[in-house]
């Protein structure tokens, strides 16, 4: 006698979540749009689901500005409105998979992390075989601490703690029966749902791949994780700028206050330095200049901090998925002396642009005593930016 088939796996599915809107990421649109190594970062997520053979469809969690971002979503994906809060975006998602038999595989993952493996679902897909959930973690590498007041507290054992990452794999029906006792419950995601029906939540190896896109700075490590630096090129922009020397007005150079005779006229604080800087920054990403973002004629930067400005110009990097590289700035002055100060001025931009000490230049010069800067009547600087953007 020949021995049965055994019985077919189960369908499977994704819900993807992509309503969010990234605030914390500082980009100029939702973090799900910015583009990783040539392609948005939802886009990651949506291939890696699209080509593995055991994924029979999903539903697209996602607002309408990144639904026409992304375009038709292939054959056998839904889309769903995203709720205020993930829960509800789960809870619509599944709304949207009612005609799914609750012994469906499913796969809840947030389209912030783009790392997603064959190799991870293919471990999910395989737990459920022999449990209604399972989730991927890390090991915790670091030591940890309780925390109160900026002080450290007692250590943590780590060894009982493990990073969860998504996706999170469930049986359908168990997925659905958690989302509806859980009206008046939260929780961040769907696995501590599951725990409080009872129901035990199996774990498979996560990978580092899955690192989340919180902040601006993640996407540089997501670059690397994902192996997109091969697809980084080299901006240089150059920045000048010039101020006249008045007498009765504080005096600001590369972030510091210097003590002097006369001050820097402008609308701002007028620190010639820092504006360089900002232009050179804002070339290399061939976007404007200092006064496009920040013009003259509005009221609004009459003596602001030209911190501001600088700040700004190193998030549009960050917000482009870009790095700066390194600063080269040059103070062109016959007075004041800017040798004993260089050092102070090369840690506060290093301190502005949440760099490296050793990635910011601060050199300092005259003129011989020709032209204005020589007959100190003004200040000027010139500054070169290096920076690593996405090739997109």
């Known amino acids: 006698m020949s021995e049965s088939a055994p019985p077919p796996a189960p369908r499977a599915a994704v819900i993807l979540l992509a309503g969010g809107q990234g605030i914390r990421a500082g980009f100029d649109r939702p973090k799900q749009l910015e583009r990783l190594g040539g392609k948005p970062v939802l886009q990651w997520s949506l291939d890696a689901f699209i080509a593995h053979p055991r994924i029979s469809g999903g539903v697209l969690v996602a607002n309408g500005d990144v639904m026409a971002a ?10 769903a409105d995203p709720g205020a809060e993930r829960q509800q975006s789960v809870g619509n998602a599944l709304a949207a998979l009612d005609e799914w038999e609750d012994g469906a595989f499913i796969l809840v993952h947030d389209a912030a992390r783009p790392g997603v493996s064959r190799e991870i679902i293919d471990r999910l897909l395989a737990a459920l075989q022999t449990a209604d959930a399972a989730i991927p973690t890390l090991p915790v590498p670091d030591t940890l601490v309780e925390q109160a007041h900026d002080e450290a507290g007692d250590v943590v ?46 774990t498979v190896p996560g990978d580092a791949r899955l690192h989340k896109l919180t902040y601006a700075e993640d996407m540089a490590i997501l670059s690397g994780l994902l192996g997109t630096n091969a697809m980084m090129r080299t901006a240089v922009g150059m920045g000048y700028d010039v101020h006249r020397l008045v007498a009765g007005k504080p005096l600001w150079i590369g972030g510091i206050e210097i003590e002097h005779s006369h001050g820097l006229e402008g609308h701002s604080d007028a620190d010639v330095a820092l504006h360089a800087i900002t232009d050179a920054i804002l070339g290399g990403l061939a976007d404007g200049d200092i006064g496009d973002h920040f013009p003259p004629s509005d009221p609004q930067w009459r003596g ?32 004041p002396k800017i040798g004993p100060h260089r050092a102070a ?24 005593r020709l032209g204005f800067t020589g007959r100190r009547e003004g200040i000027a600087a010139q500054a070169v930016a290096t920076l690593q953007l996405p090739e997109n």
């Open 304 to 335: 602001a901090a030209s911190h501001r400005f600088l700040a700004f110009a190193g998030e549009r990097v960050g917000a482009r998925g870009g790095r700066i590289d390194h600063i080269d700035l040059t103070i062109i002055a016959e007075a």
């Open 70 to 79: 992304i375009g038709p979503l292939p054959e056998d994906w839904i889309s």
């Open 345 to 368: 001025i090369r840690a506060r931009i290093a301190e502005i642009l949440a760099l490296p000490i050793e990635r910011v230049s601060v050199k300092a010069t005259t003129t011989e």
């Open 157 to 202: 054992d780590r060894s009982v703690l493990a990073r969860v990452q998504t996706p999170q794999a469930f049986r359908l029906g168990i997925l659905r029966r958690a989302h509806a006792e859980a009206v008046e419950a939260a929780a961040t995601d769907d696995a501590q749902l599951v725990r409080r029906l009872g129901v035990a939540v199996a």
